[in-house]
Nanobody, 120 residues
Framework: HVQLVESGGQSVQAGGSLTLSCEVS?????LAWFRQAPGKEREGLAR????????LYADSVKERFTVSRGPGRNTHTLTMGMLQPEDTAMYYC?????????????????WGQGTQVTVS
């Protein structure tokens, strides 16, 4: 059974940085980060393979956001820099056991509860 738990969301000032964490239990193949602002579609930010190299970033965040792993093999992080008010959203980690995992919402079977990031 796969479970995902996000943490780290908070209010930050524009220009600041923030790191979100996702604790994963269960066997997954890919882990991704998404966000959803009020009134907007859920947006894919980054995807990583659990057992292989390579990270895919959305063009909108690739210069400012970084995914990594640790401390601990079941902890995944999203570090966000140069935050702007338009980055305000609920942030989610998501996972799938499939090895086909493009950065689209419908490809992910498991979702965390979300963590709120507010930039002002």
């Amino acid at each position: 059974h796969v479970q995902l738990v996000e943490s780290g969301g908070q209010s930050v000032q524009a220009g600041g940085s923030l790191t979100l964490s996702c604790e994963v239990s269960g066997d997954i193949h890919c882990l991704a980060w998404f966000r959803q602002a009020p009134g907007k579609e859920r947006e894919g930010l980054a995807r990583t393979y659990i057992k292989g190299p390579g990270v895919l970033y959305a063009d909108s965040v690739k210069e400012r956001f970084t995914v990594s792993r640790g401390p601990g093999r079941n902890t995944h992080t999203l570090t966000m820099g140069m935050l702007q008010p338009e980055d305000t959203a609920m942030y989610y980690c998501a996972a799938t056991g499939s090895n086909w995992c493009p950065l689209r919402r419908e490809n992910y079977d498991y979702w965390g509860q979300g963590t709120q990031v507010t930039v002002s």
